[in-house]
């Protein structure tokens, strides 16, 4: 029996808009690529840029929560 997907958006996670998701989605490809070419290449710098946007979100939620 399969489990019922849950609908809740997690507390920690911000809502996104479509240019941020599609800059998330951009980021996550390149990871991948780099994972493909070496497993012992660096990605810090991709994984920042990610941690950025999603924190920008997280502190627009916030001030919009404040109004």
């Known amino acids: 029996m399969a489990s019922k997907k849950s609908t809740e958006q997690d507390p920690n996670y911000p809502k996104l808009t479509a240019g941020?998701?599609?800059?998330?989605?951009?980021?996550?490809?390149?990871?991948?690529?780099?994972?493909?070419?070496?497993?012992?290449?660096?990605q810090r710098d991709l994984e920042k840029k990610v941690d950025r946007i999603i924190d920008r979100a997280?502190?627009?939620?916030?001030?919009?929560?404040k109004k």
């Not at 989605?25 to 070496?38: D, E, L, P, T």
């Not at 997280?58 to 929560?65: F, V, W």
């Open 20 to 42: 941020e998701h599609a800059r998330i989605a951009w980021n996550v490809a390149r990871m991948c690529k780099r994972s493909i070419a070496s497993d012992t290449v660096h």
């Open 58 to 65: 997280r502190e627009r939620a916030e001030k919009n929560a």
